[in-house]
């Protein structure tokens, strides 16, 4: 004889509250579910299709500046604060939670060209066309005291970038050569030159590429200390391997300008850059195209770019006077999300993730709206590629075999590595 007993736990069907869902118990077995995979790509589709249309980025503009603003600063202890240099030599420090400027003060007579706060977050450094180096308090001064400097160093040429140390009291500047600088000495502790080149941007762990255009900014990845990411002249970014700079690890191209700034986000899985180009490009490390591109109506050339260090935010800095705060994931809610609301945005982000390759929620997510001086560009530029690789073919086609080797995208823009 068999005995069948049936055991219910009450935990799994009775309500804790009235204000409780009612729980419903639900069979997984694939075979009850015949339309489990049209549903679900219905869903994908409806996610996708409201994802473009909350997707608002901008969040607000900080204006007060009166010349176009040339470099900005993170704090590496308060999210809420940013530093920023204009052309005219003035320096803002900006509370990003009120939405305002907390002090003002002339920092250089010219431009700021540079500006970086210490590991300790108790000052910070800038450097400007007038060939010196100041060190400034992040305290607002008290009632009745003087906007001074807490020390100036005068260089014998003008400083074009700065970097601080993260964990030691030492910064590095450039200019006509390369300067490692204690905080406790006025003149360098070593000092670096390559022939009669000026340098452009300064970070920590010097390598030295020789590629066909300039280069002019150049990040490090923070999760991968050996990938680095710097900005060209000739409208790409290049990721390179500190271990292996025969070619670049990845190409990333979609600007139809120069490429003036790049920042890594915190997680070290994407990056963010600003051209000349009047937008701003959102770009996987590993991708050679953006994912996302800002722009406004107002919006001129994008000098400067930042990425917030809670990863959600993005700042930039344009040629007429004004700082822009963007969200990183143009469609994100802000503020806090119900448990239910954060479920529902994983499965949808699950969904898109399972469905990405189908060709109408892929043409819709990758779908973006352009200005059509930057849509024209691209598509001339597209003709000129096509016309040069046509070009190569034909003449390797009635070519003796061998005589013109197939040179790869990543091999075309480096002329030569310095050993």
Request: hydrophobic share 30%; net charge positive; charged share 30%.
């Amino acid at each position: 004889m068999k005995v069948k007993v049936l055991s219910r736990n009450p935990d799994d069907y009775v309500r804790e509250t009235k204000l409780d869902i009612q729980r419903v118990p639900r069979n997984y077995d694939p075979s009850l579910h015949p339309f489990e995979v049209p549903r679900e790509y219905t869903r994908a589709l409806n996610a996708t299709k409201l994802e473009r249309v909350f997707a608002k980025p901008f969040l607000a503009s900080l204006d007060g500046h009166r010349d176009g603003v040339n470099c900005m600063a993170k704090h590496p202890k308060s999210l809420s604060t940013m530093l920023s240099g204009s052309c005219d030599g003035e320096l803002k420090v900006w509370n990003l939670t009120k939405r305002e400027c907390v002090r003002t003060l002339q920092a250089h007579e010219g431009f700021v060209r540079g500006m970086v706060v210490s590991f300790c977050g108790t000052s910070f450094f800038t450097v400007g066309d007038d060939k010196t180096i100041k060190q400034w308090k992040m305290e607002t001064p008290g009632y009745g005291e003087e906007e001074e400097p807490l020390n100036t160093i005068l260089g014998k040429s003008v400083f074009t970038s700065i970097d601080h140390h993260q964990k030691e009291g030492v910064f590095v500047t450039c200019g006509q050569q390369v300067d490692i600088w204690d905080e406790q000495r006025s003149n360098p502790i070593r000092s670096f030159s390559w022939g009669v080149d000026s340098f452009n941007c300064v970070r920590f762990n010097p390598v030295e590429v020789i590629m066909n255009m300039r280069s002019n900014t150049l990040c490090w990845n923070p999760m991968e200390a050996y990938n680095f990411t710097c900005s060209n002249e000739d409208y790409n970014l290049y990721t390179f391997d500190m271990r292996y700079l025969d070619k670049p690890v990845t190409v990333h191209m979609d600007h139809v300008s120069a490429v003036l700034d790049v920042d890594y986000s915190p997680t070290g899985k994407e990056f963010v850059s600003a051209s000349f180009d009047k937008t701003i490009r959102i770009f996987p490390k590993d991708s050679g195209h953006s994912r996302e591109v800002y722009h406004t109506k107002r919006m001129q050339h994008v000098i400067s770019i930042k990425w917030s260090s809670d990863n959600k935010y993005i700042l930039s800095a344009s040629d007429e006077m004004n700082i822009r705060l963007w969200k990183a994931n143009a469609a994100e809610k802000l503020g806090l999300l119900a448990p239910r609301e954060k479920s529902a945005v994983n499965y949808s982000q699950k969904l898109k993730e399972k469905f990405q390759h189908h060709p109408q929620i892929r043409r819709i997510s990758r779908h973006r709206h352009l200005p059509k001086s930057i849509y024209s560009q691209s598509k001339e530029l597209r003709v000129m590629k096509e016309a040069r690789r046509r070009k190569e073919r034909n003449v390797r086609k009635h070519s003796k075999p061998g005589s013109m080797p197939v040179v790869t995208e990543k091999e075309k823009h480096v002329v030569t590595v310095v050993k």
